[in-house]
């Protein structure tokens, strides 16, 4: 047997290409001796030396074979440098890889182009960490800036001031500004820079103000390089698509009575539901569901133009005011979207389920449909609740109960499987009708909610199941076990709380489900489900299967939503192909770019996420900027060595307390307790303590707030109050805390 240093060793040379498989081939074990290895790797990732990644081991910040990145730098001799932009603060720096070219025009990015690459074996120079080829260029860096027009007195030109703190200022036109007024939200071009002063500049195009959400959404989709300008030869494609009229080779299902539930404002209706008693006498209390999903596929063929761009969008982007698609509007509003009373195609499961909640079995159908209603969540909750209006009236028994009887049984199916149960209410910004923010709010989960979950995470794994049986390519949708490091970081955390994670022993979600119902309705609530939620893995696409760790399921796939994201269109293909329901499936050689595209569309999810989040951030930092001084309860949400990320209670918004301003001591970050202790006084400010605070600074533009603290901390011993006289000794030179800040934090999807 190989020693655990030889393991180290060629793990380390073959990053993201050593399975357990490899290893075995390569030291010659066989047999027997194979038993030994798997101990010895287990022992390995339990002291968190190794991780398991996609059946492949990797050391802790090693990076996967394939992965996109962003270049933001050249090297000294002028090459591309790039770093991950799935990267995990907590590893420290990202590493810098240099990025080598090819000959085509897809592979010759430019600096601030984010691309699809593959490592190699080159050798990567003083500069960087890695070497790497271009697989494809995904995005190009716009020309354009985006900025705020300021206008000055006199007969001096106004200028830009960027959105992107690291550009410099730029003079504007004056002859031609676009009506542009001063404060509206501009992107210029840069038309020529003389040899002395700030480069020229020319307007491009006019947001408006930077209070109304447009232009707010506008500085997300510049500053996240989020394409949302559909090419010409997309747009003609879409108008010149036919809709689906006769019944051709499709099953017709229009008597089957499905029907839409969605937000009241959805204008893409992706999946119907509908569901009845199973009358055969063998499966006394079982329930027989429908899933209709809409036929993306027949229109959105392989290779077109649409499809392409839909690859490169991976998926659509939700602002509070408005969408950017993932399709045109033609394709995913009106010819997909499954409108009530019209005929539409789509591709379907009939699921059966006995009276436990256990799927029994399912089938696929190409079909044509016709959706009987189309229901907002609330409007058919309400109606379950028994207030019924014109359209429930009439559908209450022999639509709206089925699906609910249905639903009943499932829950008792998800009960037993135990899915991670997080509790994390997410914010909504209800805007007023001039675009600027209304108010905050955290909206009910209802039943009826659930109900389409449930239905919806069933047919994705009947998809993945059939897809599996059928030895065709997929894209499963996986999420990993925590690592060791998170484990440990959560066990130091639980300690604090006198809460205990088991220190060995595979950790399933009931293990972090028992904990969470320990807190429930307990001050600590909150806080628990968002350490929890911090110490899991990111969910993502891959043709390996690896499981579904947060549902607990062993194979997941994403089927319900192709309207929105592309996984699923190619599940759907997957699912022509493989059960002979057309000849608009998968093309050819999509094994070998399956890799790729889950990377790709991994990176475009994360992207989005993290555009709504920085667009939800500024808004409330604009809808916040005129209450300066305003004094607030919260949460500490947040702690690191500069400071704390406090959380409002009532509209959930985050803000930042600079350590240096803190008290009269000066506080170090213990990272076990998540808290800020002073040094003299044992003052400690931990994560998920009650706080009051004061608004002292605004700013729109990072979306951050920076906040007073007004509390004070636990142990408080000799600390001076508020107020006081401004002798305290702060923090050592060179060490105070930044003015302000924004939240890290990451949110997951499954």
């Known amino acids: 047997m190989p020693s655990r240093e030889d393991i180290l060793a060629f793990v380390a040379d073959n990053p993201g290409r050593a399975g357990k498989r490899e290893i075995a081939r390569h030291f010659g074990i066989v047999g027997g001796a194979r038993v030994q290895l798997k101990k010895m790797l287990k022992d390995l990732a339990d002291d968190g030396l190794v991780e398991k990644r996609n059946k492949r081991m990797i050391r802790p910040g090693d990076l996967p074979p394939v992965f996109v990145a962003s270049l933001g730098a050249r090297d000294r001799d002028g090459e591309l440098l790039g770093t991950p932009v799935d990267w995990d603060d907590e590893a420290g720096e990202p590493p810098k890889i240099l990025i080598l070219t090819g000959k085509t025009k897809a592979t010759q990015p430019g600096l601030g182009d984010r691309v699809l690459i593959r490592l190699t074996e080159a050798e990567a120079g003083p500069e960087a960490a890695y070497a790497a080829r271009v697989i494809r260029v995904l995005e190009k860096k716009q020309g354009a800036v985006l900025g705020i027009l300021r206008k000055r007195d006199g007969d001096r030109p ?319 949708r996986i999420h990993d076990a925590s690592t060791p490091e998170k484990l440990e970081s959560l066990k130091d955390f639980l300690s604090t709380l006198n809460m205990k994670l088991p220190s060995s022993g595979g950790l399933r979600p009931s293990v972090f489900n028992g904990i969470l119902a320990k807190v429930k309705n307990t001050p600590q609530a909150h806080l628990v489900n968002e350490v929890v939620l911090r110490s899991q893995a990111q969910a993502e696409y891959a043709p390996q299967n690896i499981g579904h760790f947060g549902l607990n399921l062993r194979r997941y796939a994403h089927f319900t939503s192709p309207i929105r994201r592309y996984a699923d269109l190619i599940v759907h293909r997957g699912l022509i192909s493989a059960l002979g329901l057309g000849k608009d499936g998968l093309p050819e050689g999509i094994e070998g770019k399956l890799e790729a595209i889950g990377a790709e569309i991994s990176g475009a999810e994360r992207r989005a996420m993290l555009a709504e989040r920085d667009t939800i951030d500024r808004l409330i930092a604009l809808w916040m900027s005129d209450q300066i001084g305003a004094t607030f309860q919260g949460r500490i949400a947040g702690v690191v060595k500069s400071g704390l990320f406090v959380r409002l209670e009532e509209t959930g918004a985050d803000g930042f307390v600079p350590a240096s301003t803190i008290g009269l001591d000066y506080y170090r970050y213990d990272e076990g307790s998540h808290a800020l202790i002073g040094d003299k006084t044992g003052e400690t400010y931990q994560l998920g303590d009650q706080v009051e605070v004061r608004l002292v600074e605004a700013a729109p533009f990072a979306g951050a707030l920076t906040f007073e603290m007004l509390s004070h901390g636990r142990n408080a011993g000799k600390r001076i109050r508020k107020g006081a006289p401004k002798a305290r000794r702060g923090p050592p030179k060179g060490k105070r805390g930044p003015a302000s800040s924004k939240n890290k934090g990451r949110r997951r999807s499954s």
């Open 158 to 476: 106004p200028y830009l001031e960027p959105i992107d703190r690291k550009q410099r200022e730029l003079d504007v036109d004056p002859t031609d500004l676009k009506d542009a007024d001063d404060g509206d939200l501009v992107s210029v071009q840069v038309s020529r820079s003389g040899r002395y002063g700030h480069p020229r500049a020319s307007i491009v195009e006019r947001f408006g103000s930077l209070k109304s959400e447009k232009a707010v959404s506008e500085i997300a989709l510049q500053s996240h390089g989020i394409p949302h300008v559909f090419p010409a030869a997309v747009e003609a494609q879409a108008e010149s698509a036919k809709p689906v009229e006769t019944l051709g080779k499709r099953e017709d299902w229009r008597q089957i009575p499905l029907i839409t539930i969605d937000p009241p404002d959805a204008k893409d209706h992706d999946d119907a539901v509908f569901a009845e008693a199973d009358e055969d006498p063998q499966n006394e209390g079982g329930h027989i569901v429908y899933v209709a999903i809409a036929d993306v596929a027949h229109y959105v063929t392989p290779g077109s133009p649409m499809d392409r761009e839909a690859n490169l969008r991976g998926n659509s982007v939700y602002f509070p005011d408005r969408v950017i698609p993932m399709l045109p509007e033609r394709i995913s509003n009106q010819l997909c979207s499954l409108r009530e009373k019209e005929d539409k195609p789509a591709l379907a499961v009939r699921m059966v389920f006995d009276k436990t909640g256990r799927k029994t079995g399912h089938t696929f159908h190409r079909v044509l449909m016709r959706s009987a209603a189309k229901l907002s969540y609330i409007q058919a909750q309400k109606a379950i609740d028994g207030v019924t209006d014109e359209k429930t009236e009439t559908i209450l028994d022999g639509i709206l109960k089925p699906l609910w009887a249905a639903y009943a049984v499932l829950q008792k199916g998800r009960d037993a499987r135990e899915p991670l149960d997080l509790d994390l209410p997410e914010r909504k910004i209800k805007l007023k009708e001039d675009g600027t923010v209304d108010h905050v709010y955290v909206p009910e989960r209802l039943d009826a909610h659930k109900l389409i979950e449930e239905f919806m995470i069933q047919a994705n794994v009947a998809a993945a199941e059939t897809l599996e049986k059928k030895k065709s390519p997929l894209l499963y």
